[in-house]
């Protein structure tokens, strides 16, 4: 059994910086999907980035492409993500989530198999 929690939420505004974190108990196999989805009001939940864990190949929407950077301390048994230029319109909760494989690439959220309680995110204009 795996448990994952978020933390490093908040509120900034626009143009600014947030790092969240991600720590998983429990072991993780190599090769495992760690991924960051976000779910905002209304929204449906999407795939933000994710990453192989150990093996460090990483996915982005493209949305966040060039502003968040997912990134994991495997001594840590963390995986973080680090999000600068932040805009309004990624204000949402934010979930760790794991699962197999072949969810990395296509940032699947619905073959995710542990999640996270989540982590708020406000960015105010």
């Known amino acids: 059994q795996v448990q994952l929690v978020e933390s490093g939420g908040g509120s900034v505004q626009a143009g600014g910086s947030l790092r969240l974190s991600c720590v998983a108990s429990?072991?993780?196999?190599?090769?495992?999907?760690v991924g960051w989805f976000r779910q905002a009001p209304g929204k449906e939940r999407e795939g933000v980035a994710t990453?192989?864990?150990?093996?460090?190949?990483?996915h982005y929407v493209d949305s966040v492409k060039g502003r968040f950077t997912i990134s994991q301390d495997n001594a840590k048994n963390t995986v973080y993500l680090q999000m600068n230029s932040l805009k309004p319109e990624d204000t949402a909760m934010y979930y760790c989530?794991?699962?197999?494989?072949?969810?990395?690439?296509?940032?699947?959220?619905?073959?995710?198999?542990?999640w996270g309680p989540g982590t708020q995110v406000t960015v105010s204009s």
């Open positions: 989530a794991l699962g197999p494989p072949a969810s990395c690439r296509q940032l699947a959220h619905g073959t995710m198999d542990y």
């Open positions: 990453i192989y864990f150990r093996l460090g190949v990483t």
């Open positions: 429990g072991y993780i196999s190599s090769g495992r999907c």
